[in-house]
């Protein structure tokens, strides 16, 4: 296979801009969504009345959804209510929407997994549920969370992909306009393949360096 490494060098600055793009869309997105998840987790966790119904409705509404309609919802369907956000803006409320019920569940399952003794004991001493959240839930929850954490941080990154729908020009989008305009599909494909290395690779080793060290510590090494 022979490549144009002028036309890559060429389109480099492109690339880096896509990048950029993607890194700050996924970043306030992966933020977000941890925010939700841990609001939504304690109210589940302290079944709330009424909240936690409203939780679990936004949890089946957005796991059951995909995140492409819930754009086309944020970016094409709004406006016909009278309401118009930026694209960008309808792209980080996606991903954090999206996101929030899958970090709900991780991060539910990490309080759950806390004893029960601990919590008794922390009631016991007159600790209050924010003292409780703050000294003993959320430390360990988090703690025994983080593969499951890492793992959706990966998987809400690479669906920034979806962004073309609403033309966003993020690393896949920028791909598809350089291939219809150049026809370069093989040099372009490795530039995406490439830019998303760039990003995912390292993601990928410091949440498993994170996890192990997580790991060790449980055991006090």
């Known amino acids: 296979m022979n490549l144009d490494w002028s036309y890559m060098i060429d389109q480099i600055p492109l690339y880096k801009k896509a990048l950029i793009l993607t890194i700050k869309l996924a970043f306030w997105g992966i ?56 694209a960008e803006l309808c792209a980080i409320i996606g991903l954090a929407f999206l996101g929030g019920s899958y970090m709900t569940e991780a991060l539910r399952a990490g309080i759950e997994a806390v004893p029960v003794t601990q919590i008794e004991t922390g009631k016991a001493i007159g600790l209050s549920n924010s003292q409780l959240i703050r000294y003993i839930l959320l430390p360990q929850a988090v703690t025994s969370s983080v593969p499951a954490l890492g793992a959706n941080c990966i998987f809400l990154l690479k669906e920034t992909s979806i962004f073309s729908g609403i033309a966003i020009l993020e690393l896949t989008n920028t791909t598809k306009d350089l291939i219809g305009m150049f026809y370069k599909t093989n040099e372009s494909l490795l530039m995406l393949v490439i830019g998303y290395l760039i990003i995912l690779l390292p993601m990928s080793l410091l949440l498993s360096w994170l996890e192990r060290r997580v790991r060790h510590a449980e055991f006090g090494y």
């Open 31 to 86: 933020l977000l969504s941890t925010i939700i998840g841990l609001i939504c987790s304690i109210i589940q966790y302290f079944k709330v009345k009424v909240l936690c119904n409203i939780v679990q409705g936004y949890i089946e509404l957005s796991r059951n959804t995909p995140l492409l309609i819930q754009l086309f919802f944020l970016y094409y369907g709004l406006p016909k209510m009278g309401i118009t956000i930026e």
